[in-house]
């Protein structure tokens, strides 16, 4: 049996070389585990990882969960068992994290956190704290709660309108339009009837979601966010909102735009523009980030960019359950549920609630490197989304398998596809644990890739094919001998159909051959006139045609 090397969030080791440990210390350490993400409590381990045994007072293991059962609050079920380790006996109490607050027999409630140096401790936990550990294991809603203070002129009449705007241009639920104000208000969860008064009062999401400046600043005061553009370690953007979230999310992606850099990519003859930060994606990702942030601590819901990419950062760790293993796999749970709802009824959200796939989804199929969660810690989730240059093989081979399979790929091959090309050969295993996908997932995907013939199997382990030709669908020449314009073609097969088209054109005419025209291009190909130009100026840059008079007379001619 292998023990941890050190201590963590989830490990303690305690020392009993010199006696046995006070029982006190072994209630705390469970009361602590329960209020976190639960662990183990090793007895019998020093604090460097080195064994010297557990007392005989504690190896009675069924007295000791009797203990510990008895002496919290509620009861505390744990799992305690003997290891031999390297001819010593230690015992491991194992802990589950607590679905409620748990506490000591005489009312301490502590929880564990990590100092400064990254070593554990274990602390108080203070009733202003108890709002946000119940928020994160699902058990209380603090933006369905009323805002303290507040009445209804906190609520501004002109975000209320912005609200009632995108519900009729996304038909999210366009009945509540015939509604007026304050029934809106309590349809949709603004505002809750007093207990005590049947008075309407705005929740804290209503203040989140449409407050005024003055409500936002004294009854929600952690709503804020910061926007930040760093160049060579200094500042060149840095701005502090204090907005409502109707006009906060568009101040944002505004702020984001003259920095969100395009890219072209020719898909054949057609092109399309690919963002540095996916836009969809980084919508997604930025309304996540205020639905799941913690608004009972103080501290801005973060966006910085730098020449790595866009880094996204909301205080409060993962939901209970969630984890950088299961991202995509667990169900989503807002830490407020209210104001997700809100979001949602009002067209900000997709109601399948799956806003982590899609961001994952739409920076992948954008030709950037998977999503990058592995910086956030209890504290706060931390997304930070590459600009890498785009990588346009990969794009066209989605292209290609999408015109293959005559459906776009379901978001689990598109994600594993995305991880062969940036890690290399992985096997199944290696494949979950860089994707956050289950294995059933991942398997339905290899099954998928495969029979696209877009990956092969070595061994153990898989990898796409060609390295450094896009996947190309099944092509039919016209009746004519010249295949006409396909969007499954590639670009280099395009433009050998144009050359042999000029190049017949040029034998029938003989030495007054007239070349030919973006017109007669655009009509051979099938394609729009602003393609067809593209198309041949490309051909021109290249050396392969050239180009004679302008206007009406316009003609390329192919180069001998």
Request: proline letters at 5%; aromatic letters at 6%.
């Amino acid at each position: 049996m292998h023990l941890p090397s050190k201590e963590s969030l989830h490990v303690e080791f305690k020392s009993e070389r010199s006696g046995p440990i006070d029982d006190s210390t072994i209630i705390n350490n469970v009361v602590a585990f329960a209020n976190t993400r639960g662990g183990t409590l090793y007895l019998g381990v020093e604090d460097d990882g080195r064994v010297t045994g557990v007392s005989p007072q504690h190896r009675n293991i069924s007295q000791l969960a009797a203990f510990v059962f008895n002496n919290t609050v509620p009861p505390t079920p744990v799992r305690p068992s003997v290891l031999n380790v390297d001819g010593h006996s230690v015992v491991a109490i194992t802990v589950d994290e607590s679905s409620q607050l748990t506490c000591t027999k005489s009312g301490r409630v502590i929880h564990r956190v990590l100092k400064a140096d990254g070593e554990p401790e274990i602390i108080t936990m203070y009733p202003y704290e108890f709002i946000s550990r119940l928020s994160s294991i699902k058990q209380y809603d603090y933006s369905a709660q009323p805002a303290p203070g507040a009445s209804l002129d906190d609520l501004d009449p002109r975000a209320r309108d912005l609200l009632r705007e995108g519900i009729a241009r996304t038909h999210a639920d366009d009945q509540l339009l015939s509604l007026t104000d304050a029934d809106f208000d309590g349809a949709i969860g603004l505002t809750v009837r007093d207990i005590r008064t049947g008075a309407a009062m705005p929740t804290i999401a209503g203040i989140v979601t449409i407050g005024t400046q003055h409500a936002l600043r004294q009854r929600a005061p952690s709503a804020t966010a910061t926007f930040q553009v760093m160049r060579d370690g200094k500042p060149v953007t840095d701005e502090t909102l204090r907005l409502p979230l109707v006009t906060m999310l568009p101040r944002i992606e505004e702020l984001l735009t003259p920095w969100n850099k395009q890219t072209e990519v020719m898909l054949g003859l057609h092109h399309a523009n690919y963002d540095d930060i996916d836009r969809d994606a980084f919508r997604e990702a930025m309304i996540n980030a205020f639905c799941h942030r913690d608004y009972t601590i103080l501290g801005p819901v973060r966006f910085q960019l730098d020449e790595t990419g866009l880094t996204i950062a909301n205080p409060g760790g993962f939901m209970r359950g969630v984890s950088l293993g299961n991202l995509l796999t667990t169900s989503p749970t807002p830490r407020n549920q209210q104001l997700a709802d809100i979001l949602k009824r009002c067209g900000y959200v997709e109601r399948t609630g799956r806003g982590i796939d899609r961001i994952f989804a739409r920076t992948v199929a954008a030709g950037r490197p998977l999503p990058d969660y592995s910086q956030s810690t209890p504290e706060a989730v931390v997304l930070l989304l590459r600009t890498t240059a785009v990588d346009e093989h990969f794009i066209r081979t989605v292209n290609a398998l999408t015109d293959k399979r005559q459906s776009p790929l379901p978001i689990e091959s598109l994600i594993v596809l995305a991880a062969l090309r940036q890690y290399g050969a992985l096997r199944s295993e290696d494949i979950r644990a860089r994707t956050s996908l289950d294995q059933e997932r991942v398997s339905v995907a290899i099954s998928d890739l495969e029979t696209l013939h877009a990956i092969e199997k070595q061994e153990k382990t898989y990898s796409m094919i060609g390295s450094g030709t896009s996947i190309q669908a099944d092509e039919t020449p016209a009746a004519t001998g010249f295949p006409q314009w396909n969007p499954r073609r590639s670009s280099r097969q395009v433009v050998q159909n144009v050359m042999n088209y000029m190049r017949e054109k040029s034998s029938k005419e003989g030495t007054r051959s007239n070349g030919v025209s973006v017109t007669q291009i655009a009509d051979h190909l099938g394609v729009s006139y602003a393609t067809a130009s593209r198309l041949l100026k490309r051909m021109l840059a290249d050396g392969l045609i050239s180009h004679q008079g302008a206007a009406r007379k316009s003609r390329y001619y192919l180069n001998k």
